[in-house]
């Protein structure tokens, strides 16, 4: 286990992004976009979802993607002009919580592994929400990290280590199982849950994927295990890998709600 920041880059989401692939289609699906829609994606990244989207509203549509970090935005802007469809899809800097968007003005409205980072997530929906038209649909998919689950023979350090994750290392780990509330509270319609399992069994993309690298320097910075106990899940884990039976599980949980 190595450690470190941790700092997610265009890399990792990408990575991230193949993972959770299934999901993500599902996502795009539950948003019901048609030619010529408008949609937008809050915390798009370097644009792996904006560009997807803009298969399904074609250029008489429109998608706009918006993120807090400007290296993201330069990214997204570089793949849109790549392809072809920088004319009706477009990225800027914007913060999730205060959208610089009219009421009403998107015909679908989704995010992705966002509120995850958010101490607040009830005022990021209820601006996604604010800029969804009447009968609109919006989609929120997002990580419940208290769902991560890895084979060991040494469950209770499995167990305390996960718990470093999600209690720790980010803001609102447990932010899957809040959706459906979350949802609910936020005046939304006709609320559904589809769950998006994610299989690993390669320990060394489970590390990437996981934040490793952040999680070991929290478990020893509070105390939660010792350089030890972290020593001997590494080595069980490789262990495993080595064998080919290395296996993990985390659920993201998908919300999907229609704007009455």
Request: net charge negative.
């Amino acid at each position: 286990m190595t450690t470190g920041t941790g700092y997610v880059d265009p890399a990792y989401l990408d990575a991230a992004a193949r993972l959770a692939e299934s999901g993500k289609r599902l996502s795009y699906e539950r948003m019901s976009l048609t030619p010529g829609e408008t949609a937008l994606d809050v915390g798009c990244g370097p644009g792996t979802d904006t560009l997807h989207m803009a298969e399904l509203v074609g250029p008489t549509g429109r998608v706009v993607g918006v993120d807090r970090d400007p290296e993201m935005i330069a990214e997204a802007n570089r793949r849109a002009e790549i392809v072809g469809v920088d004319d009706f899809v477009e990225h800027q800097l914007a913060d999730a919580a205060a959208l610089p968007f009219a009421d009403g003005c998107f015909d679908g409205v989704r995010s992705e592994r966002l509120f995850l980072h958010l101490g607040e997530p009830e005022r990021v929906l209820a601006e996604m929400v604010r800029v969804t038209r009447a009968e609109g649909y919006v989609v929120v998919m997002d990580t419940d990290w208290g769902t991560r689950t890895v084979d060991s023979p040494e469950v209770d350090l499995e167990r305390r280590f996960a718990r470093v994750l999600a209690e720790t290392c980010l803001a609102n780990g447990y932010s899957g199982r809040r959706l459906f509330g979350l949802a609910r509270r936020a005046g939304l319609a006709d609320v559904r849950v589809d769950p998006v399992p994610l299989v690993i069994t390669d320990y060394g993309f489970f590390s990437l994927l996981s934040r490793m690298e952040m999680a070991v320097d929290a478990a020893l910075r509070t105390g939660a295990l010792t350089a030890a106990e972290l020593a001997r899940l590494d080595e069980t884990w490789r262990a495993m890998d080595d064998a080919g039976d290395f296996f993990a599980l985390t659920t993201m949980l998908m919300v999907t709600g229609r704007k009455p």
